[in-house]
C-alpha cells in the first residue's frame, strides 16, 4: 500500500491489528510515511484511539482506533465494517494481534492454552477471511501480512502455547495464499526474531539476558519494531503481484541459539545440545536464504 492514488488500486485503507504497541505500532508508522489511511485495531481502546492520534500527527492520511477482540468473530465483523463504512475499502490487511503469557507447559491451564491459539491463530483466520471476502467483493486484490515469529523454529517450555500458534499461524497464511490468489489478493509472513517490545522488556532488559545479546547477535542489540516494519511494508507495494505464500525470517544475524552456561553441568549433553543448535542454526539459515533469494527474484521480474 502506498501513498492516495498511488496504492495497490486507487485510495489506500489499511486494517492493522494489534497495532497500538510494540511491533504493530511500529509496522503503523511504517504505513504513515506511504500517507496511508489507517485502522488500529486493539483490544485496549485508549490504547488504539490514543495510537492513532499519533499517527495522525506524524502524517498519517488519516486514522481510527477500533476496540477489537480477535478472538471474538462478532467483533472483528463489526470493526472491519466500520473500516469500510469509514474509509471505503480495504486494501491491506497485517495479522498482527498475539499474546505470549510465558508460562511453562506442564504449569499450564487448559484455558490459558485455548486462549493463546484464540488469539493467535483463529483470530487471524477471523480477520483474514472477513478481511479477504470485502476485498473480494471490491474486485481489485489485496495485501495480506501475517506477523508469525521465529519461536515457529525455535521454542522452549514456557513458549509451547506460543510456538504452536506461530508455527500455525504460518501455514494459515500459505493456505490462504492458495485460496485468494486468483482473486489478486497475496498473503505473505514475516517472523520477527528477537525484538524489545512491551511483552518482552520484562526478559531482554535483564542483565544476563542483554550479555546475551551482544555474544550471541553480530549487530550486539536486540531487534527494534521498526526493524520489522520494513520487511512488512515491503509486501503491499504495487509490483509484489505474484509474491505470495512467502515467509521472511528476521534473525538479526543471531549465530546460535540460547544454550545458557548453567545447562552445560555434563560436557556430554553439552555437546549433544550444541549439535542440535548447528542443526537449528542450519535450518533456520536455510529459511532465511529463500527468502532473500524470493525477493531477489522478485526484484529482478520488476526491472525485466
Not at 495480506?144 to 500455525?168: C, M, N, R
Not at 555474544?215 to 531487534?223: F, L, M, T, Y
Request: one cysteine or more; charged letters at 20%; aromatic letters at 6%.
Amino acid at each position: 500500500m502506498l501513498k492516495a492514488g498511488e496504492g495497490i488500486h486507487g485510495r489506500s485503507g489499511c486494517n492493522h491489528y494489534g497495532a497500538a504497541r510494540g511491533i504493530g505500532f511500529g509496522i503503523a508508522k511504517c504505513f504513515v510515511r506511504k500517507t496511508a489511511s489507517l485502522v488500529i485495531a486493539d483490544l485496549d481502546i485508549s490504547a488504539a484511539e490514543s495510537a492513532a492520534a499519533e499517527l495522525k500527527n506524524e502524517g498519517a492520511a488519516d486514522a481510527i482506533g477500533i476496540a477489537c477482540d480477535v478472538a471474538r468473530r462478532d467483533q472483528v465483523e463489526t470493526m472491519v465494517r466500520t473500516a469500510k463504512e469509514t474509509f471505503g475499502r480495504i486494501d491491506v490487511l497485517v495479522n498482527n494481534a498475539g499474546i505470549c503469557p510465558f508460562i511453562d507447559v506442564m504449569q499450564m491451564p487448559p484455558d490459558v492454552w485455548q486462549r493463546t491459539l484464540d488469539v493467535n491463530l483463529s483470530g487471524a483466520f477471523h480477520c483474514t477471511q472477513i478481511v479477504a471476502r470485502e476485498m473480494i467483493a471490491q474486485g481489485h486484490g489485496g495485501r495480506v501480512v501475517f506477523i508469525t515469529s521465529l519461536a515457529e523454529h525455535v521454542t522452549g517450555p514456557a513458549q509451547v502455547d506460543y510456538g504452536a500458534s506461530k508455527g500455525g499461524l504460518r501455514m494459515t497464511m500459505v493456505g490462504f495464499a492458495t485460496a485468494l490468489g486468483k482473486y489478486g489478493i497475496t498473503c505473505n509472513a514475516v517472523a520477527p526474531g528477537m525484538i524489545l517490545t512491551p511483552m518482552t522488556a520484562f526478559h531482554w532488559e535483564k542483565p544476563e539476558n542483554a550479555a546475551f545479546l551482544k555474544e550471541r547477535v553480530p549487530v550486539g542489540r536486540i531487534g527494534t519494531p521498526e526493524d520489522i516494519a520494513t520487511p512488512v511494508c515491503f509486501w503491499p507495494r504495487p509490483k509484489r503481484l505474484t509474491s505470495t505464500g512467502l515467509h521472511f525470517v528476521w534473525m538479526a544475524g543471531i549465530r546460535r541459539s540460547a544454550i545458557r552456561e548453567g545447562e552445560k553441568a555434563k560436557r556430554g549433553k553439552w555437546r549433544k545440545g550444541r549439535e542440535g543448535t548447528k542443526m537449528a542454526q542450519f535450518r533456520m539459515s536455510i529459511l532465511s536464504i529463500t527468502s532473500i533469494i524470493s525477493i531477489a527474484k522478485e526484484e529482478i521480474h520488476d526491472k525485466y
